[in-house]
């Protein structure tokens, strides 16, 4: 039934809800039965003389409460009758939620089982693995960490390589084994928000550099080294979040270059560093001598495995990094190392890898068909882009209009150091969302970019 057009009564409440209880009627009286064909939602909007955004979030509203289904190039259909239990047992929607920078989980039946098996044979060592173990993890754990960095070209001795529970742990221990409170720190003028909380937490000075398409900008680099006495430069190479943008090799080089000549280390957030196919070296290959480097697992595995293999510049500078973890985290979970070295060491990791990159291209494409073009800057390979708003939107209008309909965005504010906020949002692409939600999502998404602000309200 693709003609289904109710009649909205007019007794003051926002009419995304009237839809989604004028659907729930419908199918409670059977005017409406299980896999129903609704009417498209830009159809629908016409007959009752809505607005477009009114009627998709009226979907949206009916897809929480389990009336209808959603399906790609197919449109939404009636669900099978809710039951009571999952009526009452209604969370918050967490499908939308395009604010997380996570990778895209897992869904081929194969590549679950291999992940299942990898937990399951954790077993036979559980009694050991509850134990306290030695910091920086034990030596086995330590070789598989070695041999997922050597991806990346890098072959750092094993008393330089350390295991932390999380990329932020890590960050957070080189910040303060680098700087003191009232010390500097470089970044460029757009960066990573956990960063930016360390560098507040410590008492730091996060002071943002210009950039370009290719990061960090050398001359104001130099520039900045001469005004200012720098401890160090936090950078996030590799499909920069938020902007997406990868460093070239050369402007590594002379990055690395600058950072030498002025005594200024080079702090390596490597979290995407595993995604792109040829990635450019990293610093820590191209400047070992001077780079810490972060390689967190959260982003190519999964955000739940709370890991990072640390590379320091060399033993000795590695001693108060050590002791500055410990003190905050005792030790990484031996239980989290284990698994990674597991999935490492069984090609698990690496299969798991291999989808997210699949799933990340395909949600990248799905991206560019709905999205005005040009108005957005992605790598095809990224979680997330960095969308511009045309001139009618401000950030904080684009914001809440997206919230009210439970799409979760983050506005340039988490992320300018320095700068002015852009009128720009991150959109996330990863996560639990499916690919169909996505759609939805994206497409909303779009229909807001092309209209003007006032014409999104939905309350009559």
Not at 207 to 225: H, N, Q, S, W
Request: proline letters at 8%.
């Amino acid at each position: 039934m693709t003609d289904w057009t109710p009649t909205l009564p007019d007794n003051g409440k926002p009419r995304y809800l009237a839809i989604a209880d004028a659907l729930a009627e419908s199918i409670a009286q059977g005017n409406l039965t299980q896999g129903a064909r609704l009417p498209a939602q830009r159809h629908l909007a016409e007959r009752l003389g809505l607005d477009f955004t009114t009627v998709a979030r009226g979907y949206v509203e009916a897809r929480k409460r389990g009336l209808i289904d959603s399906r790609v190039g197919q449109g939404s259909f009636v669900s099978a009758a809710p039951k009571r239990e999952r009526m009452t047992a209604y969370r918050p929607d967490y499908q939308a939620d395009l604010s997380m920078n996570l990778p895209p989980e897992p869904t081929h039946p194969a590549l679950l089982a291999r992940m299942r098996a990898g937990l399951a044979e954790m077993g036979d060592d559980l009694v050991h693995l509850l134990r306290y173990q030695r910091f920086g993890g034990a030596n086995s754990d330590k070789v598989a960490a070695m041999s997922w960095l050597s991806r990346r070209g890098l072959v750092p001795s094993q008393e330089r390589v350390f295991i932390t529970p999380g990329a932020h742990a890590a960050l957070l221990g080189i910040f303060g084994t680098l700087a003191e409170r009232g010390d500097t720190i470089f970044c460029e003028t757009l960066t990573y928000p956990g960063a930016r909380s360390i560098a507040a937490q410590l008492g730091l000075q996060l002071v943002g550099l210009a950039m370009d398409k290719d990061g960090l900008i050398p001359a104001a680099f130099e520039e900045a080294c001469h005004k200012t006495t720098a401890r160090a430069v936090y950078l996030n190479p590799t499909l920069q979040n938020p902007t997406t943008y990868t460093m070239p090799e050369a402007r590594r080089s002379e990055i690395a270059d600058i950072a030498r000549r002025h005594h200024v280390a080079v702090i390596e957030d490597d979290a995407y560093g595993f995604i792109p196919r040829r990635p450019p070296s990293p610093f820590a290959l191209i400047a070992p001598d001077i780079t810490w480097h972060v390689a967190g697992l959260s982003k190519c595995i999964g955000a739940g495995l709370r890991l990072a293999y640390v590379a320091a510049p060399n033993a000795p500078s590695a001693w108060p990094f050590a002791a500055a973890v410990r003190v905050a985290s005792v030790m990484a979970s031996p239980i989290t190392a284990a698994l990674a070295t597991r999935w490492i060491e069984d090609g698990t990791a690496d299969a798991m890898l291999a989808f997210i990159r699949a799933e990340a291209g395909e949600r990248q494409q799905l991206a560019s068909e709905i999205l005005p073009a040009g108005g957005f800057i992605a790598d095809p390979l990224s979680f997330n882009l960095w969308l511009t708003l045309p001139p009618a939107w401000n950030r904080s209008a684009f914001i809440g209009h997206m919230r009210s309909t439970g799409i979760g965005v983050v506005a340039s504010d988490a992320f300018a150091v320095g700068i002015a906020p852009p009128e720009a949002v991150r959109v996330c692409l990863g996560g639990p969302i499916q690919q169909d939600s996505l759609k939805n999502a994206l497409e909303y998404i779009a229909h807001a970019l092309e209209s003007p602000p006032e014409s999104a309200s939905t309350l009559f």
